[in-house]
């Protein structure tokens, strides 16, 4: 199905009042035919045909009104996107069956075809665990051939799209500003290096759309529409990613989480889910099990713990010898630098950079082989 030039350019506007419903633009549709028809009548007879309040259906002109639709499609294009509507082929199925499918798409760069989509969110409060969580899972689930769909965010986030882009595997990003924005500043190269090995940035927003704290709980719908399931691995009982797990759960997607210590608040939204009856992941193996069969097709195991493996080829020679000095047992900072003749900064850099790789866990000061 396709729609003229005129109503594409229509939806666009449309599309900028961010509180705008599906349900209302379906009624409007249905009584005037179109959304250029809808943008033609004025604020009193919205408001009554679709049951909307008076000023909101004055705030939804007024908003249409203020984005330009064709330099909204020049900025993007030019930016080399596109902007996407339901009747587009592009536009995810998977959007267009939600409550709220998004009034028009923005995109940069391949939306996945056929493949599967794993999303995986998190607090930005992130801890060393949650680190090394996130790298392990997000590593074994792009070596396994499934795309991660995240939010580009601060911590988490941002972890698991840098895990796929080490591997040169896709990942998606849908980011709670316009296609035009950056947010966080210094996630600007990650972006760019998830675009450089086929993955895409998604927004619903207006293109030059800076950060707004409504933006961000909104666009978890759209990370967990293109999910087959989520995956929460740390974050707060009253956290982001615990918005996106519940709007999961009302697709009648599973979710599932990483347990944590019990003393940390970065672990209390995984442990609550668990309690409630999300699934229990401890390895990639785990998350793939809640695959139905037919979409397993393509999908292959790693066959060593990826994380792991990947970062044990980088290593400097210090911390080749500071993981050997670890072997199978248990060692203190202290123990390293008698055995390794190091000084203590030198000793205390090396193991928590592999801390941060995800190859040693500290656990009251001693340092041991990670499972994660």
Same mark, same amino acid.
Do not use: W
């Given at each position: 199905m396709s729609i003229s030039t005129q109503e594409r350019l229509a939806r666009i506007r449309v599309n900028a009042f961010l509180y705008f419903r599906s349900d209302w633009l379906a009624r409007l549709i249905e009584i005037f035919g179109s959304a250029e028809e809808i943008l033609k009548q004025n604020a009193d007879t919205l408001a009554k045909e679709a049951q909307m309040n008076p000023a909101t259906a004055a705030h939804f002109l007024r908003d249409a009104f203020s984005v330009d639709p064709e330099e909204e /499609?020049? &900025?993007?294009?030019?930016?080399? =996107?596109?902007? @996407? *509507?339901? $009747?587009?082929?592009?536009?995810?199925?998977?959007?267009?069956?939600?409550?709220?499918?998004?009034?028009?798409?923005?995109?940069?760069?391949?939306?996945?075809?056929?493949?599967?989509?794993?999303?995986?969110?998190?607090?930005?409060?992130?801890?060393?665990?949650?680190?090394?969580?996130?790298n392990t899972l997000a590593t074994g689930l792009a070596e396994s051939g499934a795309v991660i769909i995240s939010g580009l965010a601060r911590g988490i986030d941002s972890e698991c799209h840098a895990a796929a882009v080490r591997l040169h595997k896709p990942t998606v990003a849908v980011i709670g500003t316009?296609?035009?924005?950056?947010?966080?500043?210094?996630?600007?190269? /990650?972006? &760019?290096?998830?675009?450089?090995? =086929?993955?895409? @940035? *998604?927004? $619903?927003?207006?293109?030059?759309?800076?950060?707004?704290?409504?933006?961000?709980?909104?666009?978890?719908r759209i990370i967990a529409a293109l999910s087959e399931l989520i995956v929460v691995v740390e974050?707060?009982?009253?956290?982001?990613?615990?918005?996106?797990?519940?709007?999961?759960?009302?697709?009648?997607?599973?979710?599932?989480?990483?347990?944590?210590?019990?003393?940390?608040?970065?672990?209390?939204?995984?442990n609550h889910l668990i309690q409630d009856g999300a699934g229990v992941v401890t390895c990639v193996k785990d998350i793939i099990d809640y695959i139905?069969?037919?979409?397993?097709?393509?999908?292959?195991?790693?066959?060593?713990?990826?994380?792991?493996?990947?970062?044990?080829?980088?290593?400097?020679?210090?911390?080749?010898?500071?993981l050997n000095c670890v072997g199978s047992g248990e060692v203190s900072t202290d123990?390293?630098?008698?055995?390794?003749?190091?000084?203590?900064?030198?000793?205390a850099a090396a193991l928590f950079e592999l801390e941060v790789k995800g190859i040693l866990a500290c656990n009251n000061g001693l340092y041991a082989k990670s499972k994660f």
């Open positions: /499609l020049e &900025k993007t294009e030019k930016y080399g =996107g596109r902007i @996407l *509507v339901p $009747e587009d082929e592009e536009y995810p199925q998977s959007l267009r069956d939600i409550k709220e499918a998004p009034v028009a798409l923005y995109v940069l760069g391949k939306l996945p075809q056929n493949k599967l989509c794993i999303g995986m969110v998190g607090t930005r409060k992130i801890t060393a665990y949650g680190r090394r969580a996130a316009g296609l035009g924005r950056c947010y966080p500043p210094e996630n600007r190269d /990650l972006a &760019k290096a998830l675009l450089q090995h =086929g993955g895409a @940035l *998604v927004s $619903e927003l207006p293109f030059n759309k800076p950060p707004n704290a409504f933006h961000f709980p909104r666009r978890n974050g707060e009982a009253k956290s982001g990613a615990l918005i996106t797990a519940k709007l999961a759960l009302e697709m009648g997607k599973d979710v599932l989480a990483v347990p944590g210590p019990i003393d940390s608040p970065q672990s209390s939204g995984p139905p069969a037919p979409d397993l097709f393509g999908l292959h195991m790693p066959d060593t713990p990826a994380a792991a493996e990947k970062a044990r080829d980088g290593l400097s020679d210090v911390q080749q010898r500071v123990q390293v630098v008698e055995a390794l003749g190091l000084s203590v900064p030198e000793a």
